[in-house]
């Protein structure tokens, strides 16, 4: 968890990717959120095009925390447009990328809000990101799959992309369930996303990159994980 109430040089000290990020992205609104601003990757910046070798050479994994995707889009919506979804509540944002989904919570009046990803550099992402929308997000960079449930709703964007990954997050958000939280799911329909015990409760048409997805438009909805 980092404190935001020194400045910008202090910040940078703290976060030592923050230049990085500032230099390789651009500020913009998601289409289907304007209401919030987010570093992100642009089609004329390095970041954008940069192969897996100069990735790792600038010392970055795949930087999924650069776009605005479309489930986290449309579930940043959903919340910005019913906030009592999350008013008042413990929120977790799991696999929250850039902060997209965490922001529109706080902004909404969630109690509380944790931010994670296991990505170090989404974590100083989504610092920047909750600084220059004016929200304090508690921001874990460690993988919370498995813990005991803290929070009253869990919101998922875009996880459900990769079987193994897949295995492991279904059985705890049905545990989470069981134990009496909500469980909102962000997704444009992808292969692993699951069949049963989801109930739809919103669609939208959610632009994103046709770099990242395979289509510059997609179809995005928002799931309640229901009690089976």
């Known amino acids: 968890m980092w404190d935001d109430a020194d400045g910008e040089e202090d910040l940078h000290e703290m ?3 923050a230049s990085l990020i500032e230099d390789s992205t651009r500020i913009e609104a998601p289409r289907l959120v304007p209401e919030i601003e987010l570093h992100l990757a642009a089609d004329d910046l390095p970041l954008f095009r940069m192969g897996e070798d100069e990735l790792e050479a600038a010392g970055l994994g795949t930087p999924y925390w650069a776009f605005a995707w479309a489930g986290g889009q449309a579930l940043a919506r959903y919340i910005l447009d019913t906030p009592s979804v999350v008013r008042g509540r413990r929120v977790l944002d799991l696999g929250a990328g850039s902060g997209l989904v965490a922001i529109a919570a706080a902004k909404a009046g969630a109690f509380d809000v944790t931010a994670n990803d296991i990505d170090p550099m989404a974590a100083e992402a ?3 990101n ?3 929308n004016g929200v304090y997000l508690d921001i874990v960079a460690e993988d919370l799959v498995g813990s005991v449930n803290a929070w009253d709703t869990v919101l998922v964007g875009d996880v459900f992309y990769d079987a193994e990954i897949t295995g492991l997050i279904l059985p705890w958000l049905k545990s989470l ?3 009496g939280a909500e469980v909102l799911v962000g997704d444009p329909g992808r292969f692993y996303l699951p069949k049963l015990g989801l109930q739809r409760i919103a669609s939208y048409h959610a632009p994103t990159t046709s770099l990242m997805e395979d289509s510059d438009l997609r179809n995005a909805g928002v799931w309640r994980f229901q009690d089976i």
């Open 15 to 17: 976060l030592p990717g």
């Open 126 to 128: 989504m610092q920047l």
């Open 130 to 132: 909750a600084d220059l």
């Open 177 to 179: 369930v069981a134990d």
